[in-house]
């Protein structure tokens, strides 16, 4: 269970390092003429999946709390 847990962690971690990557491109190719709004699009797209997976994970490794 413990080593679930770590693997979800370091996916984690990775995942929010990808994403933080993609806003960083998405931003500096926004600011750079000409823009290829096609490549913004598809970075936007797979940012989106990063962060769906990320709160897929981050749900998985929190306990559910009955209020």
Do not use: C, G, N, Y
């Amino acid at each position: 269970m413990e080593d679930e847990e770590e693997l979800l962690q370091e996916r984690l971690i990775e995942l929010e390092s990808e994403h933080k990557d993609l806003d960083d491109v998405i931003d500096r190719i926004i600011h750079t003429p000409p823009v290829d709004f096609l490549q913004v699009q598809r970075l936007k797209k797979r940012k989106l999946q990063l962060k769906d997976e990320i709160q897929r994970i981050r749900s998985m490794l929190l306990p559910d709390i009955i209020a």
